[in-house]
């Protein structure tokens, strides 16, 4: 299960990463939010060793919601090298997920 980060290790563990960093913006009331948690377990356990997977509970980390302008949970935030550089909303399945990275960390 993907670890939850702050404000105050995001720099450090998402923007500071080697890896590509998967970022699961959620809220433990969003029913979507609770079908996409498995989905983005499985890619966590499928991608280890090239890809970081990381959740951040809007409801407890308000400043990185408003700072990343997620208007809607569950959100899917994929940054490469410090960078947003694609942005999913909605629950989706793990192929389309998997093909959504697939098509952003080239």
Known sequence: MAARVSKADFDDKVLGSSLPV?????????VPCKRMSPV???????REGSLSVYKVNIN????????????SVPTLLLF??????????????K???????????K
């Open 95 to 105: 192929d389309a997920l998997n093909a959504w990275i697939d098509d952003n960390v």
């Open 40 to 46: 983005v377990g499985d890619v966590e356990d499928e």
């Open 60 to 71: 407890f980390d308000t400043e990185l919601a408003e700072q990343y302008d997620v208007q």
């Open 22 to 30: 998967l970022v699961d913006f959620y809220s433990d009331s969003c």
């Open 80 to 93: 490469k090298g410090g960078a947003e550089v694609a942005r999913q909303s909605g629950a989706v399945r």
